[in-house]
């Protein structure tokens, strides 16, 4: 009890956390603590909140997390431009499919030559569109 007592009160003590400590076992099978290492008797030093080593920084740009920060920012950049990009496509994609919805008289250019479009062409391009607008956008 001695024993856990001494170990609390040197893990918590802000005072003792500066110093080395030191562990051993006597002849007894007593633990013992204490600053100075024994004379005569194999110990071991304690690791104590100030040895230990330095948890990450949490400041932006530097360490792990910083490293972190920058990668989620990068991610979320490229996940805007896609989303922007998948945009512009669904707007393009809704303006050809009403234009081919309300003209009936549509034309597409075909080795430099206008051609006109018959009706099975023209639902065929109408059926493509709505499929591509259910796909990718909503």
Not at 81 to 98: D, G, P, V, W, Y
Not at 131 to 136: G, P, R, S, T, V
Request: charged share 20%.
């Amino acid at each position: 009890m001695r024993t856990l007592l001494l170990t609390l009160l040197i893990g918590l003590s802000p005072w003792c956390s500066a110093a080395q400590i030191y562990k051993w076992v006597d002849a007894q099978g007593v633990t013992h603590f204490d600053a100075q290492p024994p004379t005569g008797q194999p110990s071991t030093t304690v690791q104590t909140p100030s040895s230990l080593p330095a948890k990450p920084s949490a400041m932006p740009g530097s360490g792990v997390l910083g490293d972190q920060k920058a990668i989620n920012d990068k991610v979320k950049k490229q996940v805007a431009e896609q989303q922007a990009q998948l945009q512009a496509f669904c707007e393009q994609a809704r303006t050809n499919l009403a234009q081919l919805q309300n003209n009936p008289r549509l034309r597409e250019e075909v080795e430099g030559q206008l051609k006109r479009l018959d009706d099975a062409q023209r639902q065929e391009r109408i059926v493509e569109a709505q499929k591509q607008i259910e796909q990718n956008c909503q």
